[in-house]
């Protein structure tokens, strides 16, 4: 007895470890996945933005980057928040051995969202077409249509992230961003022309994106996910079958997501995003308003696409960074967790390093063969927002890992002062270029967001789900 028994031991205990060991390699073949795709995704997307500075007017080009402006900083307010609940929420299921994951919750807040964005749209539209987007209604029924058609995208994205579909994720943002960069060559090539034609393209992109879900729902029904970890469930289940369980149903109903909770995450979660789109386009607003210059904002917008491509490759970390961390907070410990944020932020200051050589030694040349415009950019001012970039992206990382540890309002506070200090920099003229001054304040309000987020990761406590672990439930 006693020898079977420590077979059985031996056997738990390489069991145990060889789940460890899987969505650790998961989270690696992931994050390689998910890079190839959404690389392909930021190099396009610049490609995009390249082809209609040249194809356009100046004017009309700073039309169409206002639009991208103001609809990602809706999407990413009222749509990101899913993708990363549902991501977050899946992945800590699937760590305690869950295979059933209900998405009303998420549903119900997404429909939520989208309605009030249809309703306020609405309610703005001649305020909109006249003094936004200079009395064009074809740019209006773009940001509206595309808008809406994004809730289905975002919450496509946090399933798949959630599911560790990294493949299928890196094809739909892949297809999203190749089918807009459509438009912009068929205006290129002759099929087509104006600024309407290549703005469709924003719209239609997140439709197309979609052709990857029945692929994904077909892998599921026939490669059911893998759980990873929690090995004590079968315990649990079986303790499910005996009599006296309402303690344990009782706990895995507690495991639920409520609308309560999911809303309190979401909610902190868009003050994040709005953050983040502050830091990405404020600038480009507040020069389109203030500056003499009708063209500088798509200037602005331009140079800041140096740290918008990145932060698009680097979704392909966050996006299967939080559900590792997620699962690493469930069933590993600190020292894996702290592990994976250390690996994750020197290769972003590798990274970031690198941009910004590269740009103090051949920015400018690059930016004006790119853009095609006789605007004269400093190599200084291009470093400084590389290493921006940098701050950008490790802040992003310590969100994570914020977000894992159900931290999401403190992390929110955090990128709220980093967005009000930057806004209140660019409104108060201490330097006098409006570019310069965009691209100083960018490095000041990232690296002041970094330090914070940084703080929060160093005092804060792993904080677990309010759902008590399998195996203190089957004890």
């Avoid at 600024?195 to 599921?220: D, E, K, N, Y």
Wanted: charged share 15%; net charge neutral; aromatic share 8%.
């Amino acid at each position: 007895m006693t020898g079977r028994s420590t077979a059985t031991g031996q056997s738990t205990g390489a069991e145990a470890a060889a789940s460890r060991e899987k969505p650790v390699r998961s989270y690696g073949s992931g994050a390689r996945l998910l890079s190839v795709g959404i690389a392909c995704t930021g190099v396009l997307t610049f490609a995009y933005f390249s082809i209609a500075s040249h194809v356009l007017g100046e004017v009309q080009a700073k039309r169409v980057d206002l639009l991208w402006s103001i609809m990602f900083v809706i999407i990413s307010v009222i749509y990101r928040p899913i993708e990363q609940l549902l991501s977050r929420t899946i992945a800590d299921r699937r760590a305690r051995g869950h295979a059933q994951h209900s998405v009303r919750v998420p549903i119900a807040i997404q429909a939520g969202f989208a309605l009030t964005f249809l309703i306020v749209a609405l309610t703005l539209s001649k305020e909109l077409i006249d003094n936004v987007f200079g009395h064009y209604s074809a740019m209006y029924y773009v940001l509206v249509v595309g808008t809406l058609a994004y809730a289905a995208s975002y919450f496509a994205r946090g399933w798949l992230a959630g599911h560790e579909y990294f493949g299928l994720f890196g094809g739909l943002v892949l297809m999203e961003s190749l089918s807009r960069l459509c438009f912009a060559l068929a205006v290129a090539l002759g099929i087509t022309s104006g600024q309407t034609a290549v703005a469709l393209g924003i719209a239609a992109a997140p439709f197309v994106s979609l052709v990857v879900v029945p692929a994904a729902f077909a892998r599921t029904e026939a490669h059911p996910p893998e759980q990873h970890g929690a090995p004590e469930m079968e315990e649990l289940d079986a303790a499910l079958a005996g009599p006296g369980t309402e303690g344990v149903e009782e706990a895995v109903a507690a495991d639920e997501l409520s609308l309560r909770r999911g809303s309190g995450f979401a909610f902190a979660v868009s003050g994040v995003m709005l953050s983040e789109q502050t830091l990405l386009n404020a600038a480009v607003l507040t020069v389109d308003v203030t500056s003499v210059n009708v063209a500088l904002a798509g200037i602005v917008f331009n140079v800041l696409l140096i740290a918008r491509a990145p932060l698009q490759l680097f979704q392909a970390i966050q996006t299967s960074l939080l559900p590792h961390l997620t699962g690493l907070e469930a069933t590993e410990g600190h020292e894996a967790f702290a592990r994976a944020i250390r690996v994750t932020v020197l290769a972003i200051a590798a990274f970031a390093g690198a941009v910004a050589l590269g740009l103090l030694a051949i920015g400018p040349p690059v930016m004006k063969a790119l853009f095609g415009q006789s605007f004269e950019y400093g190599r200084v001012g291009l470093a400084l927002i590389g290493l921006g970039m940098g701050m950008h992206l490790t802040s992003g990382a310590l969100n994570q890992a914020a977000l894992a540890r159900n931290q999401a309002r403190t992390a929110a506070g955090c990128w709220i002062v980093a967005a009000v200090v930057f806004v209140a920099w660019m409104l108060t003229p201490l330097v006098a270029e409006e570019l310069l001054r965009t691209e100083i304040g960018y490095l000041g309000a990232t690296s002041l967001l970094a330090l914070m987020l940084g703080v929060v990761y160093r005092r804060g406590t792993p904080a677990r789900q309010s759902a008590p672990a399998a195996s203190a439930i089957a004890r």
